[in-house]
T-cell receptor, first 109, second 114 residues
């Protein structure tokens, strides 16, 4: 079966750095997405990785290791508005997105 | 541009009632999707469409039907609602399903079936 694992919840302090991990086992791989979802709102796109390595976009970076079935999202200089759920999703061999349950990130002052 | 819109935003149904959720996008996207999101679970694909007049089943299609008569609209129907269909429903669209194309989501419909 297809499976994506992420921690359920993480807590971090404003101004700090946090790393959210995602491991996956899917039938095929055509890329990995990270989305942000604030409570009661729709998911919004953060990043896409298809090759191994680090992609940096402002305060957010995303890393992929295809051989290990592993990705992480790195958030720097945390702000209160970063409190949200972060969803990892893999595009499988049928070009359908398989979603993790999401990691709820709580930012404390 | 409005992006992806969904109506209604909230709905309460009684078991056995029927309803239709409407999704509209103004980005001229070919692909459209219906997901449900339940607590502690990832988004699950119900049905999707790769173009006007075409639909396909996703991971959890039972109890739902869809239609894509116009490119910009994707309708999700519940013929006989059940409490297990209580969920938040999201519609999404993308230019294609391939590679970099991110999916753009509507604001969601919160459905409760009593």
């Amino acid at each position: 079966g297809q499976n994506i694992d992420q921690p359920t919840e993480m807590t971090a302090t404003e101004g700090a750095i946090v790393q959210i991990n995602c491991t996956y086992q899917t039938s095929g791989f055509n890329g990995l997405f990270w989305y942000q979802q604030h409570a009661g709102e729709a998911p919004t796109f953060l990043s896409y990785n298809v090759l191994d390595g680090l992609e940096e976009k402002g305060r957010f970076s995303s890393f992929l290791s295809r051989s290990k079935g592993y990705s992480y999202l790195l958030l720097k200089e945390l702000q209160m508005k970063d409190s949200a759920s972060y969803l990892c999703a893999v595009l499988d061999s049928n070009y359908q997105l398989i979603w993790g349950a999401g990691t709820k990130l709580i930012i404390k002052p | 541009n409005a992006g992806v819109t969904q109506t209604p935003k909230f709905r309460v149904l009684k078991t056995g009632q029927s309803m239709t959720l409407l999704c509209a996008q103004d980005m001229n996207h070919e692909y459209m999707y219906w997901y449900r999101q339940d607590p502690g679970m990832g988004l699950r694909l119900i049905h999707y469409s790769v173009g006007e007049g075409t639909t396909a089943k996703g991971e959890v299609p039972d109890g739902y039907n869809v239609s894509r008569l116009k490119k910009q609209n994707f309708l999700l129907g519940l013929e006989s609602a059940a409490p297990s269909q209580t969920s938040v429903y999201f519609c999404a669209s993308s230019p294609t399903a391939f590679d970099y194309n991110e999916q753009f989501f509507g604001p969601g419909t919160r459905l409760t079936v009593l």
